[in-house]
Structures are given as C-alpha cells and as structure tokens.
C-alpha cells in the first residue's frame, strides 16, 4: 500500500508504458492494422468517437495517490489518421515514383505505402516510369501532396535530385531507404527520407504539419 502511495508503483508502470510507446511508434512492437499493414480502404471515421476514444483523464480534487493513468497503444495512430479523414482539403495523395531496379522499387514502394498508410493517407503505387519527367508528370497529374522516390541507392544519387527539381515545391519530395548517398542529396537540399530506422509515428506527425492537418 505504502509503494502505491508513495508513487513507486506508477513510476514503474509509468517507465514501462513509455517504453512500449516507443516501441510502437518505431514499429519494434506491431499492431497489426495499425502501425504496419493498415486497411487502407478502412475509414475510422464510422468507428471511433473522438469524445470516448481520445478523452483525457480527469484527476479528483483530492488523490489519496497519484492515479495509474491507462492508455491504449494504439491510440496515437488512431489520432493520426482520424486526423487525416477528417482534413478539410481531403486525405492527402501519396504518390509512388518507381524506377529502375524492379525489385528495389518494388521493396521499397511496398514499405513506402505501408508507412503512410499507418496514417490515413491515400496511397498510389505504381508500376514503374521510364523517366524521371515521366514520373513527375503523372504524379502532378494525380495531384499527389508527397512523391516518394522509390528505386536502388545507385541510381538515387542521379535520380532524386532530378525529381526534386521538376518537382519545384509542389510537392514533398520524400526518399524511400537510407542510401549511401544521403548526405549528398542533404546537401542538395532534400531532407525527407523514410526508412527502417525511422520513427514512424513522429515522422508521420511531422508530414501531418507540413501537409497543415491537425490532429
């Protein structure tokens, strides 16, 4: 009784809720349907009342304790996304710039559309383009908000630039990996790559205000 009360005990559950959290949010934990392999035809919007889902704890006036907080782990997701359906401009297009190395785009595509998903966003893959200009025009035509290059590190060093500069800021310009060459196109100023080792749920927070969707 004197641990609980003291707090030990909501300082443990406390360091093993935060852990897990970022497990989640790096996909080192899975939900299934939620940080990876998403139903991209799934709108939570019939689902999920915000009211009930996302309703933070109230404390009594006078605790005899701190109180356990308790928390579902998927829930910043779920914010995410929900965020995303209920966008006044719509969800946002994803767009799947495939070239080359059939099964480096197609890898790296697959991962692409599965991490943008996890947010709600309305994802396009495609085949493959013969072109960078090819690519671009049909992404533009789609009336994509963010481009992912998908390909191998080889030939990224000469195609990524290329799509970052017919792209000219109309659209994010993301890099699907973590080539080699990175530091290099860092310095040609595109700055958005998603890979493995990325943060999904802070990554996706970070497109949600680029894009101007609240959560």
């Known amino acids: ?37 998403p139903n991209a035809s799934e709108q939570i919007t019939e689902h999920v009342d915000p009211e009930r889902a996302f309703s933070a704890f109230e404390k009594s006036a006078n ?42 785009r197609l890898a790296r595509s697959q991962f692409a559309g599965n991490f943008f998903a996890c947010a709600g966003y309305d994802v396009t893959d ?39 500069e017919l792209v000219e800021s109309r659209a994010i310009v993301v890099v699907a990996g973590a080539p080699a060459c990175m530091d290099e196109l860092k310095q040609k100023g595109m700055h958005e790559f998603i890979h493995i080792r990325s943060n999904v749920l802070e990554t996706l927070g970070s497109f949600h205000n680029k894009l101007g969707i609240k959560s």
């Open 1 to 37: 009784m004197k641990a609980f009360v003291y707090g030990f005990v909501q300082e443990e559950i406390t360091k093993t809720a935060s852990l897990r959290k970022q497990m989640i949010a790096t996909r080192r934990e899975i939900l299934l349907g939620t940080n990876q392999y």
């Open 126 to 164: 495609n085949l493959g383009f013969c072109t960078a200009e090819d690519g671009v025009k049909a992404a533009m035509d789609a009336k994509a908000n963010i481009i992912v290059v998908c390909s191998s590190d080889e030939e990224y060093t000469e195609l990524a630039p290329l799509v970052f």
């Open 63 to 104: 605790p005899v304790a701190e109180p356990i907080i308790t928390g579902r782990g998927a829930v910043d997701f779920e914010k995410l996304r929900l965020a995303s359906e209920k966008h006044p401009g719509g969800r946002p297009r994803v767009f799947m710039l495939t070239y080359g190395n059939l099964a480096m």
